[in-house]
């Protein structure tokens, strides 16, 4: 059944398919949609602002335009994050040989290399859309001693650097950091697809830059630093093979508290929070994660006014 007039769609891309996306908008305007097209990747606006995650919740399905730089960009993957856990159904297109992201590696795609056809199967994709996310596909992977064994060992490692910053013991949380840093450099050539591999990988640039930054961090002034971009990265994949993972949202909440992106922080870690509530698992982190999120952003507010 072909949806209502005007239903609106968001369409998804890198800045540099534009001209693809801007292809994408006229074929559903054509056929009756309304298009939203996002341009925060050129503006290098917020990954979350209320405009962009109301225009997501707001459509009928999203568009994808995926690339080899959409693949590398911190917007696209925020926007199709966020379009999965609000129930919208995600109409995959290619333009290149890249692959999507794993969790809709199963679905059929439309490649917009087809020229006009693409374009009709893009139409036809959002008409027919679900009201719901993408179904996930089964996670398959062999259960592997050596993996679990090491993953546990890092993770008891990481503790030694996080426990001694809670006491503010910042050489002893520098000593561990330094120590673990070799291992961790090591598991992740490794083990390079492994979920608890990448998102550990995350925790240790968190960790890396709150024992480098502490004083500033503790002054209200978290400096940038390419470490960040780092951990999002490895968090956002990790997200990107299965939306579900906890520790990966909350992990990439975390980083983006830093980076002061406080309303897609309070996104993912209020996920993170209602997926652990579901499995009856008390994410103590992400507990803390949401009160200095609520906290730093009344502070926006009373300097706002």
Not at 13 to 29: G, I, M, P
Not at 48 to 61: C, G, K, N
Not at 231 to 259: T, W
Not at 279 to 284: E, I
Request: with cysteine; charged share 25%.
């Amino acid at each position: 059944m072909a949806a209502p007039p005007q239903s609106p769609v968001f369409v998804s891309h890198s800045s540099t398919t534009t001209d693809a996306a801007r292809q994408v908008k006229t074929a559903l305007e054509d056929a009756g949609f309304t298009a939203w097209l996002d341009y925060s990747d050129i503006q290098v606006g917020g990954l979350l602002r209320d405009e962009l995650h109301d225009a997501i919740r707001q459509s009928r399905a999203v568009v994808l335009v995926w690339s080899a730089a959409a693949a590398q960009s911190r917007w696209v993957c925020a926007e199709v994050l966020t379009a999965f856990h609000l129930d919208r159904f995600i109409v995959p297109c290619v333009v290149d040989d890249t692959p999507l992201p794993q969790f809709l590696g199963s679905d059929v795609f439309v490649d917009l290399r087809k020229a006009g056809d693409g374009l009709r199967q893009v139409v036809r994709g959002v008409e027919i859309a679900p009201a719901h996310a993408n179904r996930l596909p089964p996670l398959v992977a062999a259960p592997n001693p050596e993996v679990q064994a090491t993953v546990a060992d890092l993770d008891e490692r990481q503790k030694l650097v996080t426990d001694p910053l809670t006491e503010r013991d910042l050489a002893a949380a520098a000593r561990a950091q330094a120590q673990l840093d070799p291992d961790m450099k090591q598991a992740e050539q490794r083990w390079r697809y492994e979920l608890q591999i990448l998102n550990l990988g995350g925790y240790h640039r968190k960790n890396g830059y709150m024992v480098e930054h502490w004083d500033a961090i503790q002054a209200g002034r978290p400096p940038r630093d390419p470490i960040l971009y780092e951990g999002e990265r490895l968090f956002f994949e990790a997200a990107l093979v299965d939306p579900l993972d906890v520790s990966a949202l909350n992990g990439l909440a975390s980083i983006l508290i830093f980076e002061l992106e406080l309303d897609a922080a309070a996104f993912f870690n209020a996920r993170a929070i209602e997926l652990s509530q579901k499995q009856n698992l008390l994410y103590d982190a992400a507990l803390q994660d949401r009160d200095l999120i609520a906290w730093m952003k009344q502070q926006q507010r009373a300097r706002a006014h």
